[in-house]
């Protein structure tokens, strides 16, 4: 049984939230989200609230939130609507040389690195084989064990 559109209703604010304590001077999450949106995701509040508390920066420089933890079911867009966000958050707005996730099973290790290189080519053009040149940034994509 299919329920119809609207009707199903749930939370936008999670039911338990320890965010620092510690004033924040501004945020990327919204360059972020936008960023995101580019690559063709529409992000949850939730996801937009997440990135914007992981992107927040104290008045001395320092992150406000130098951890992050999200509780979520599977299959409930921490991958697609947090990790990837914040991954391009992190290559394009924050110019961080290295970054990395992993997943338990192989297949979805895989299919979350598709789907990421497929957001790539949303944000630019692909000149030769694995390598995307994003707003003139060109980034390499490497593929393991031949896939």
């Given at each position: 049984?299919?329920?119809?559109?609207?009707?199903?209703?749930?939370?936008?604010?999670?039911?338990?939230?320890?965010?620092?304590?510690?004033?924040?001077?501004?945020?990327?999450?919204?360059?972020?989200?936008?960023?995101?949106?580019?690559?063709?995701?529409?992000?949850?509040?939730?996801?937009?609230?997440?990135?914007?508390?992981?992107l927040s920066v104290r008045p001395d420089g320092l992150w406000a939130?130098?951890?992050?933890?999200?509780?979520?079911?599977?299959?409930n867009g921490k991958t697609t609507g947090l990790f990837s966000p914040?991954?391009?958050?992190?290559?394009?707005?924050?110019?961080?040389?290295?970054?990395?996730?992993?997943?338990?099973?192989?297949?979805?290790?895989?299919?979350?690195?598709?789907?990421?290189?497929?957001?790539?080519?949303?944000?630019?053009?692909?000149?030769?084989?694995?390598?995307?040149?994003?707003?003139?940034?060109?980034?390499?994509?490497?593929?393991?064990?031949?896939e």
């Amino acid at each position: 049984m299919t329920s119809p559109l609207g009707s199903l209703r749930g939370a936008t604010r999670p039911r338990v939230e320890v965010a620092p304590a510690t004033p924040i001077a501004y945020s990327l999450g919204p360059e972020a989200v936008e960023l995101a949106r580019r690559a063709g995701l529409e992000l949850d509040p939730w996801q937009v609230d997440g990135l914007d508390l992981m992107l927040s920066v104290r008045p001395d420089g320092l992150w406000a939130c130098s951890e992050y933890g999200e509780i979520c079911s599977r299959q409930n867009g921490k991958t697609t609507g947090l990790f990837s966000p914040r991954a391009l958050a992190g290559m394009f707005l924050l110019k961080e040389k290295l970054i990395m996730w992993s997943a338990h099973e192989y297949k979805t290790a895989m299919e979350s690195f598709r789907q990421f290189k497929t957001m790539l080519l949303r944000l630019g053009t692909e000149t030769r084989p694995n390598l995307i040149h994003v707003d003139g940034v060109p980034v390499k994509v490497s593929n393991t064990n031949g896939e």
